[in-house]
């Protein structure tokens, strides 16, 4: 079982409509929770960054972590053709331990 | 102000055959990465220097692949005898110190024929 465990989709949407990604991870060392954005040939960009449970908001993206279950989500609102990307979590403990991603989550955002 | 950049954005070369990969962090980020890439996956963590010295090496796959950083600044990925399945990204990022937000390059695209 990999650390951190993601659906690779892809996901179709309508624009207009809320889209919902989500990891799983086994790792209880981890803290730190990240989601990156990354479109087609390019490097990935950071989304949101949470730190233990709880809820984060910026604009239409919610970012939420459930540390009791091992499990955050990634919530965009009224979602938008320019939101077609893939989606990257992101996750780590402490220190110098390294940055460990899920596969990525291919979203397509259809006008 | 100017991001991670990365040279060369597409690399082809020749199983067997040597390559170096570039990486310029951000300006005063003392703490740089490397990840690779590969289709359909996540980055998956190669190397991480915290100034001029490789804090970190774990996830470097064989002897074959080294990085260094001279000067705490520009690091480059050196990968000896090219194999067909090195091909992937690879990804550089750097941050303020270790434990901040990472921030990528646009990655280099190597191709092993």
């Known amino acids: 079982q990999k650390e951190v465990e993601q659906d690779p989709g892809p996901l179709s949407v309508p624009e207009g409509a809320i889209v919902s990604l989500n990891c799983t991870y086994s790792n209880s060392a981890f803290q730190y929770f990240m989601w990156y954005r990354q479109y087609s040939r390019k490097g990935p960009e950071l989304l949101m960054y949470t730190y233990s449970s709880g809820n984060k908001e910026d604009g239409r993206f919610t970012a939420q972590v459930d540390k009791s279950s091992k499990y955050i989500s990634l919530f965009i609102r009224d979602s938008q053709p320019s939101d077609s990307a893939t989606y990257l979590c992101a996750m780590w403990g402490s220190g110098n331990t390294p940055l460990v991603f899920g596969k990525g989550t291919r979203l397509s955002v259809i006008a | 102000g100017a991001g991670v950049s990365q040279t060369p954005s597409n690399k082809v070369t020749e199983k067997g055959k040597y390559v170096e990969l570039r990486c310029d962090p951000i300006s005063g980020h003392t703490a740089l990465y490397w990840y690779r890439q590969s289709l359909g996956q996540g980055p998956e963590f190669l190397i991480y220097?915290?100034?001029?010295?490789?804090?970190?090496d774990s996830g470097l796959p064989n002897d074959r692949f080294f990085a260094v950083r001279p000067e705490g600044s520009v690091s480059t990925l050196k990968i000896q005898r090219t194999e067909r399945g090195d091909s992937a990204v690879y990804l550089c990022a750097s941050s303020l110190t270790d434990g901040e937000t990472q921030y990528f390059g646009p990655g280099t695209r190597l191709l092993v024929l």
């Open positions: 220097f915290q100034g001029t010295g490789a804090a970190d």
